[in-house]
Each structure stands twice: as structure tokens, then as C-alpha cells.
């Protein structure tokens, strides 16, 4: 568009030259691709890193006005991409819909995707059920799911939200459904975990359906794949609905199985027996299991722990049949008025989230009005189109002649341009023989620079086999025996890996001293390392992961990552654990 400007710009009106154009041209290009690198920068990092995505997109928002379309559809995806990972309100529906009616028409099929998406998110943020589905559903209608180029990544979120939509609606079938999608499509994008996460999620489902069966089959299933893919924590959470039914079943045995392994994983609870965050409601599991072997008092004391974090029902409900188990009917009668409050509130919040249901599709049927309305518009915008397309055939008509008349006079300009090529093919001619004579001379100075080369080579050798004992040898330390026999240890499958003996330390050491000379004098001298901190200095020096040093020096992760921390703060006054390994490789 802006060529032909130009073009007639010279041709018609005549206002300025050429050459300027073209300047100015150059210039907008210029800006031009210097946004679109940094929108390129921004989705790059939007996966792992949304809030640097959302820093550079807001650094050049008030400067997006004056861009071309198409960099502004993409700079206001991109910023309602990260607004959305970032858990940040999201533009209005109507400023978005400008974003989708454009990749509609101008975008692949992943662009398609997104956009739709991204504007069922705004609809399912504004509790709008229905119109989230139906972007949702128009989202995954636009995938190539046969295309090696598929987002499947965004795939299988999106029929995440669908299911979360479909638990919402109580719809346990679609919901199913959703979860299946959601897992085979998480599988293709590579994420293991949450296809793993997936068939955890059907439980629940199952759950719902009073299906112990398949409740039981599910969470084996998730339980085995955790395993195999090295979640060993989330591998014994897994089991979270079958304790429940080993209890109903009078199963204790198994039941407390369970939860001994469960309280056994490392992390999942404190030292005071406090489970973390989030996983409270295992105290009723925890609860019930007491009740179940007559221990009534530990059963009271973990049904009143579950009141603080807002599992007042279950409490309530457990501490009713302990007081009636014990015959204390005053306690009884006092949990049972608070049971009742309780089930009230539940109540409520049922209410209360099926009148959101109603009034969401209240504003779905009044989406409907809005898209009838806007469908006669746009008949009527049509019809304007085409009276402005016959304008736009007469228009061209009269500049089609306008254009033949300055033909002729550009024929002219064409001749006198060939007689200017003849001059400059003279000298060109007469450079190139100038080049030859040039380039003799260059082949002397490369001979002469090359056995400078080779001299230089020589004595590098020589220092080297006169003073090699005295550097760092990395590639020797690494082709060491030891250090060959502690990376084969790490690559084994099962992740059984034992820790290093006393022995193995002392090979270790011996070779990292002998290769590695002023990095071990630098870890030795004056620095006051404890044993692990040592140790762990070696291990960051060779690039072993935090998780195999942990199994190699049979402590904790934690301890791990303090022990680099404190290593890194003695060596180089550096409170970070991750930067040690940068450090130690500048010695």
C-alpha cells in the first residue's frame, strides 16, 4: 500500500521526490521490525517467564497506537496471554473480539487457537459458563490436530477449562469427555505430568458417579505412571479417594497403609505432623481411620484440626458420630447445631452458584440477540461494500489512463537509464583488473600471516608441556575413571542411586586435585568449607543436578541447596545457590 502511495504520489500529484519516500519508507520499516523482535521476545519467554512477557509488552504499549494492524493484534494477544497466566484482569470482550475477528482471517491456525481461547478465558472470568464453552469449542474446532506444527499445548489446556466448566455445571459425562481430551493432547505436547495429572482429575469424575470401581482403577493407574516417571510424591497423594473406600469397606489395614506411606514422603508434612498447604482435608481421612479402629479421642483431635482451614461440614460431621460413640450428648447436640449452620452455608453457596449458572446463560441468550443484530449490520455493510468497490473500478479506470500517459514519458527515463548502466559496466571492468592486482598482494601477506600462525601454535604447545601441571585440567578431570564411573551411576533408569562411599570420595577428590589444581587450592585455602560444603562444590564444578547431589551425599534437597548457598557465600560472598556454578567456573 504504501509502494502504490508513493507511486502515484510521483506520477499524479508530484508533491516530493521519490528519494524521499523511500527514506521515510526505511524508517517505519525499521521501527516496524524493531516491535516485532521484541513481540517475538515476549512469546518466547511467555511459557516459562510470563511476567518478563508482561514487562516488555507493557513497556511498549503507549507506542503500539501508531503500528500497523497486525503488530497490534499480536502485542494485544500477547498482553492478554500473559494477563491471563499472570491471574490479571483481562480486557473487556469487546475490545478482544476485534482481536479474533482479525486472526479469523489473517492467522494460522495455532493464532486461530489462541485467540479464541483467550476470549473464552474473559467470558469464564466473567462467570459467563456458556459463552466460555462456545469459544472454547470454537478454539479447538480450528485446530490441525494431523499438523506436526499443532499448539497441542494449548490444546489440552483448553479442554482443561472445559472441564472445569463441565465439574462446575455438574455434568460428569462431559466432563469425562473434557479430561480424556485433555489428557491425550497433554501427552503430545510432551507435559508427562499433567497427562499424568489428568487421570488423577477423573477420579474425582468417578467420584461423583459413585463409580468405586473405576475410582479404584484411576488412581492405580495414576499411581503406577507417577512411579514410572520418577513423582514419588505424587505417586502415594494419588491414592487420596481410595483410602476413603478402604475405610467404607472396613478395610483399616490398608487404609493405614496408605497413610503411613503418605506421611512418610519427605516434605509432604513438618515436624509437628502439620500436612502442607493445600492438603488439609486429609486430617478427615486421618479422622475417620481412628474412628473406624475405636481410637475416639485421636479421632477428636483430627476432626477439630480441620475447622481452621474452613472444613467445618466434614468437621462437624466427624465429631458428631465420635460424641455419639462416647455418649456425650451435650457435645453431640452442640456440633449438631453447628453441623446444621454449617450445611446451611453450603446450601447458600449452592444457591448462590446456581443463580451465577442462570445468569450466565441469561447474558448468553442476550449474546444471541446482539450477534442477530450484528449479522443484519453486517448485510448492511455489504451493501455499502459493494457501491464502493464499483466507485473504486470507475476510479481505477481514470488512473489507468492517467497511468498510460506517464508510460510513455517513463521510456524515456528508461533510456537515458541504460546509457548510464554502459558507463558504469566500463568501470566495473576496469575495478575488477585493479582487484586482480590487489589480490596478488593479498596472497603474500596470507602466507606471511601463516607462518606467523604456526610459530605461535608451536610455542603455545611448548608453555603448555612446560607449564600444563600448573592450570586447571577440566576435560582430564572429566575422562577421569572416577568422575566416568560416578556420570554412569547417574544414568541409571531406575533413579536407585546410593551414595558415594568414603571411598569413592577419596578417588574423586584425588583426581579433581591433580586435574584441577588451583580451583581444589582455591576450595582448600581459608575459606572454612564444612565436609558437605566441600563436597558439593565438587559435585556443582561437575554439573551434577541438585537432585542426584542429594542421593549422592544422602541428604536432603534442602540441604542441598543450603549447602551451595553457604559454599557460595564463603567462596564469593554470594547468598544465591544457583549462581555457584558460575563462580566456581570463572576460577
Known sequence: MNYCISKFTKILLRIAPLTFMVVLLFSACTSDKQTEALLERAQSVMEDHPDSAYHILDSIAPYMAEKAKNLKMSHLMLSTQAQNKLYLPLPSDTL????????????????????????????????????????????????DTLSSACDYNTLYKIYGQMADIFETQVMPDEELEALNQYCKYAKKAGNIYEYIHGIGFMSAVYDLKGDTDMILSTERMAHDLYEKYGFEQDAITAYSRTMFIHMNRGDYKEARRLMLACEALPGLFDDQGNICAGREHYYFAKGLYYFGVGQLDSAEYEFKRLIPYGYTFDAYRGLVKVYEKQKNIPAALACMEKLEASFDTLVSNIHAQATRQALAMYDYNRHQRIAAQETKKSEERQHIIYTLILCFILIAA??????????????????????????????????????????????????????????????????RDN????????????????????????????????????????????????????????????HLLGKIEFRTAILTRLGIRSDDMALLLNISKQSVSNARAN??????????ARSLSHNLSQI
Request: proline share 2%; glycine share 2%.
Open 398 to 463: 481514470i488512473i489507468f489512463q492517467l497511468y498510460t500517459k506517464a508510460k510513455a514519458k517513463k521510456q524515456i527515463e528508461i533510456r537515458q537509464l541504460r546509457q548510464r548502466l554502459a558507463n558504469l559496466s566500463d568501470r566495473l571492468t576496469r575495478t575488477k583488473e585493479d582487484l586482480d592486482l590487489m589480490e596478488s598482494d593479498l596472497t603474500m601477506l596470507k602466507k606471511q600471516k601463516e607462518e606467523e600462525l604456526t610459530t605461535l601454535q608451536q610455542q603455545l604447545h611448548d608453555l
Open 467 to 526: 607449564y600444563g601441571q600448573y592450570l586447571d585440567n577440566y576435560e582430564g578431570l572429566v575422562q577421569s575413571q572416577p568422575v566416568v564411573n560416578l556420570m554412569k551411576k547417574l544414568e541409571t533408569k531406575t533413579r536407585k542411586i546410593q551414595p558415594l562411599t568414603e571411598k569413592e570420595w577419596h578417588e574423586i577428590i584425588d583426581v579433581f586435585r591433580n586435574n584441577m589444581p588451583q580451583l581444589y587450592a582455591f576450595l582448600s585455602d581459608n
Open 567 to 576: 559454599a557460595n557465600n564463603k567462596l564469593f560472598s554470594d547468598n544465591s
Open 96 to 143: 478482544f473480539q476485534e482481536v479474533v475477528d482479525y486472526y479469523d482471517s489473517h492467522g494460522t491456525h495455532n493464532q486461530q487457537i489462541m485467540a479464541h481461547y483467550l476470549l473464552g478465558c474473559i467470558y469464564r472470568d466473567r462467570d459467563e459458563a456458556p459463552m466460555a464453552l462456545q469459544c472454547y469449542s470454537d478454539a479447538v474446532e480450528r485446530a
